[in-house]
C-alpha cells in the first residue's frame, strides 16, 4: 500500500514539474524584461538630468543609488548592461545561457516588433 500511494505522489509530482518548469522560463524572461525597462528608465532619466549626456553603467546608477543593487542583474545572475547609441537607450543582458548575440538575449527597447 505504501509503495501505491508514493507512486501516486511520483506520477503527480512528474505532471506538476511538466506543467511548472516551462511556464519557469517565461517568467524569468519576463522579469528580465521589466527590470531592463526599469534601468532604462532610470538610465533616461540620468542621462537628461545628471550626466551631460553620458553613458552611465549600471554600476554606476548604483553607486549614485539611482538603482538598487537587487536591480543590477538578471534571473540569471547576469549584469545587464547600457549602451547610448545616438538619441537611444538600449539595456541588455545575455540572457540564460550568458552569450551575448544569441537567441535568448534579452534587449530593451524591443527592435523591429520582437518579443
Do not use: F, H
Not at 9 to 15: D, F, K, P, Q, Y
Request: proline share 4%; charged share 25%.
Amino acid at each position: 500500500e505504501v509503495l501505491i500511494v508514493v507512486a501516486i505522489m511520483a506520477l503527480i509530482a512528474g505532471g506538476v514539474g511538466a506543467v511548472v518548469i516551462p511556464r519557469w522560463g517565461e517568467a524569468q524572461k519576463k522579469t528580465a524584461m521589466t527590470k531592463a525597462r526599469a534601468i532604462r528608465n532610470v538610465a533616461t532619466t540620468y542621462v537628461a538630468l545628471k550626466s551631460n549626456g553620458d553613458c552611465p553603467t549600471v554600476e554606476q546608477l548604483v553607486d549614485e543609488k539611482e538603482l538598487e543593487v537587487e536591480n543590477r542583474t538578471d534571473p540569471w545572475d547576469n549584469v545587464y548592461v547600457i549602451e547610448c547609441t545616438g538619441d537611444d537607450i538600449i539595456v541588455s543582458s545575455p540572457g540564460q545561457d550568458g552569450q551575448d548575440g544569441t537567441e535568448d538575449d534579452v534587449v530593451v527597447p524591443v527592435v523591429d516588433g520582437e518579443a
